[in-house]
């Protein structure tokens, strides 16, 4: 983070394309996601071929679930890549994104046909074979899964991964299907395996608060994990993903003193801090 900020303020230092990628590295982490993509639409207007501004557009969007809007900055990236030589493409995470992005509009066939591109282009491609399997999934075919999951696991083993590390991105497939018991599942078995692991508990915590599933369980979890916590910066995190916990069971005045020590104290005042305490205030508020 200390070097995005060093970045920022020197901002005007420097031409005009360079202060525009510099406030939206800043914007990235500090400010709304709208802030981000309006930096990134300047740029767009500057240089209408620069593909990594459509990629980072089609990201953004993505993350925000704005996933019609994601379609065609993506489509575009992968269109001026295509200009340039296939090669430019293998192993891109335009697929990755272009893919995940037909996938939550319904566009089985075009997310299909993305992934089989790319693996033409590297049959080995892990993030590929990830999307494979969760489009197998939703699609209820449990032949084409069950082959790209002991692909995804042979590559995984290949590459030195933890049994704890392959279920948790099991978990994530199956979660991101929709099987959500199923995720669970694979969830707790990465913590049986790496039970101090607070990488995996923070995964655990945002799986359960995203889908609402046990939140009473998050207290007890972040609790653990702010203890094992490696450096400032995650304990921070994981105090926030603790107050927003207790936000969504309805504790909203011990969320509110949680996620204001935490905005108050954290080294970096990310967005997401004030976002979560700017939610719990106003509902603090709306109760008096």
């Known amino acids: 983070m200390n070097w995005v900020i060093k970045y920022y303020n020197k901002r005007n230092q420097w031409p005009l394309v360079q202060q525009l ?18 930096y990134l639409m300047q740029l767009q207007q500057i240089d209408d071929q620069d593909t ?6 089609g990201l953004t969007y993505n993350k925000i679930d704005q996933y019609d809007k994601a379609i065609p ?36 066939k075009k997310e299909k046909k993305v992934y089989k591109e790319s693996e033409k282009l590297d049959p080995d491609f892990l993030y590929i074979i990830f999307r494979q399997i969760i489009l197998a999934l939703s699609e209820n075919d449990s032949i084409t899964a069950k082959r790209y999951i002991g692909k995804y696991k042979s590559i995984s083993k290949k590459n030195s991964s933890s049994e704890a590390a392959i279920s948790t991105d099991l978990a994530y497939i199956y979660s991101e299907a929709g099987n959500q018991d199923k995720a669970e599942e694979f969830y707790r078995k990465a913590l049986s395996l790496e039970p101090e692991n607070p990488a995996y508990i923070k995964q655990f915590a945002d799986f359960i608060i995203n889908n609402n599933r046990n939140v009473t369980e998050i207290p007890e979890l972040m609790d653990k994990a702010i203890k094992l916590a490696p450096n400032k910066h995650d304990y921070y ?52």
């Open 73 to 108: 900055e993506l489509r575009k990236c992968y269109e001026i890549y295509r200009k340039y030589g296939t090669e430019f493409l293998k192993d891109h995470f335009v697929y990755v994104q272009l893919g995940k992005a037909y996938h939550r509009t319904g566009q089985y």
């Open 237 to 288: 995190d994981y105090l926030n993903t603790k107050g927003w916990g207790l936000y969504k069971q309805g504790k909203y005045k011990e969320a509110l003193e949680i996620l204001q020590e935490t905005w108050d104290e954290a080294p970096f005042k990310l967005y997401s801090f004030r976002s979560h305490l700017e939610e719990v205030k106003k509902m603090v508020a709306s109760q008096k």
């Open 21 to 38: 990628w510099a406030s939206w590295a800043y914007a990235s982490s500090f400010e709304s996601p709208k802030e981000g993509i309006k």
């Open 52 to 57: 990594n501004v459509y990629y980072m557009l």
